[in-house]
């Protein structure tokens, strides 16, 4: 068996890779990393809604407890920003979230935090790899004990990570603008961790919400947990017909956001980052840099030249804009996939709190997102961005990773090529800010391509450019 460590940790289909002695196999790994660096570590727990999720995390607390490791295990689950506040806020040496996010429901997956409450670093990440390969080569077993064990030795308890991540989340909207105006918003967890604390949390910061696709399914209602507009039809219609002014929808562990306008169009999360980024500094007045992925909208970078923020890109993955968010002087920061941050919270993206803050962008302006999307476009023109993904064998992406260092897009596009940045992949910026960019994955038989341009026949152009080279 192979593991693959992504971006944010390991997963796996359930059952096929993702098995419970697997589980196991990684939790010791993870184990030996914390008690190389300190003989009585403490460890936070969590897990989703997923099948049998709460009997995997079971499993990571009975082996951290077989390696003397005291385990605080959430008494639910937990949407992963709320354990990865608790991982902070407690003073635990790491956090670990039993969780596959966004992806089709055959899949599970386990997620690493760090002490500070966000994506381990790399040089974590690294770290347990390198444990894990050497345990796997010598045929180390793991530790573990029996529940009751642990729990008579006082190396496992059960806890509620909810309510002092729901105060902290409050603490950082402004309750009394919302409450002036009480906007109804439909909250929709998608069947996901935040089910039933998406809805209090909205009504608790002054809306009124009705909350759907709130019970525990296993396949997520048949639609995978990830907000964006082709999984949000229920979310669109419900909004239409109840008249609602916001749609808000995050993924299956809480993290990444989508949301619904009061025209019933779906709102991006690139359309997000650039509002928010109006909110926080026309209305709030707040300062500091903006840190995005190669692969977020350009619209960020001209909106910050014109509020007079500094931009800092990285590559893909919110680990790397928790990397800048933890030196300091970051005013907001985000990435393509739905995953947002703002000043004052733990280094980590959170769906929760960019829905609130959106309730809040309403009651501030008194208009809904469509309408203050209209007044972006009047003011900076139109993005219209597209993200394709083209699974390739393992040979295939070689090859791709080999042409890309000759690849010159310009000559079918009848122009050239303004700027080349490698950040990571290849991004081809043009003289109008349009671009292209092809990224082979690092993690998977995967080629993902990604455009933005002002109109959509420009789009289709540079999509098909893209596809064009992948398929060879």
Request: charged residues 25%.
């Amino acid at each position: 068996m192979k593991f693959v460590f992504g971006t944010d940790g390991w997963r796996d289909i359930i059952a096929d890779g993702f098995t419970f002695e697997n589980v196991r196999v990684v939790s010791q790994a993870v184990c030996d990393y914390h008690r190389a660096r300190n003989l009585s570590p403490r460890i936070a727990l969590g897990y989703d809604t997923r099948f049998l999720s709460d009997l995997f995390a079971e499993n990571v607390a009975l082996v951290a407890a077989g390696n003397g490791i005291q385990v605080t295990m959430s008494h639910s689950f937990v949407p992963t920003p709320a354990l990865a506040y608790e991982t902070y806020s407690g003073g635990y040496d790491g956090g670990i979230m039993i969780t596959a996010s966004h992806n089709p429901p055959q899949y599970n997956g386990f997620k690493v935090k760090a002490s500070f409450g966000g994506s381990a670093p790399p040089e974590t990440v690294d770290g347990i790899s390198r444990i894990l390969e050497d345990n796997l080569g010598r045929k180390r077993g793991h530790e573990m004990l029996r529940r009751e064990e642990a729990q008579e030795r006082g190396l496992l308890r059960r806890h509620n990570m909810v309510e002092k991540y729901r105060q902290h989340l409050v603490s950082l909207v402004d309750t009394e603008r919302i409450c002036a105006t009480s906007p109804r918003v439909c909250a929709d967890p998608m069947y996901g961790a935040a089910q039933g604390f998406l809805g209090s949390l909205l009504e608790e910061v002054g809306c009124r919400v009705e909350e759907i696709n709130s019970e525990q399914n296993p396949i997520f209602g048949g639609v995978n947990p990830e907000p964006i507009a082709k999984n949000l039809s229920k979310l669109r219609s419900r909004v239409l017909a109840g008249g609602f002014d916001l749609g808000i929808a995050v993924d299956g562990d809480g993290d990444r956001v989508g949301a619904i306008d009061e025209r019933g169009n779906f709102v991006n999360s690139h359309q997000i980052f650039a509002l928010l980024l109006r909110q926080l500094v026309k209305n709030k007045g707040l300062d500091g840099s903006v840190v995005r992925t190669i692969s977020t909208t350009s619209l960020i970078d001209l909106m910050a030249e014109a509020y007079g923020k500094k931009v800092l890109v990285t590559p893909v993955g919110f680990k790397y804009v928790a990397q800048h968010i933890l030196k300091g002087g970051v005013l907001m920061g985000g990435e393509e996939s739905g995953g947002i941050w703002v000043q004052g919270h733990i280094p980590e993206r959170d769906g929760a709190l960019m829905g609130c803050l959106l309730a809040e962008l309403i009651s501030y302006e008194g208009r809904g997102l469509g309408e203050l999307l209209d007044d972006l476009r009047k003011e900076y023109g139109e993005f219209l961005y597209w993200r394709g993904d083209v699974e390739v064998d393992e040979g295939r992406k070689r090859e791709i990773q080999k042409e890309l260092s000759f690849f010159d897009p310009g000559p079918r596009l009848g122009e050239k090529v303004k700027e080349i940045s490698r950040i990571d992949g290849l991004k081809y910026i043009f003289q109008d800010h349009s671009w292209l960019m092809i990224r082979p994955s690092g993690t998977e038989h995967v080629v993902r391509i990604y455009a933005e341009a002002s109109s959509e026949e420009r789009l289709k152009n540079l999509m098909e450019v893209g596809l064009d080279f992948v398929r060879g």
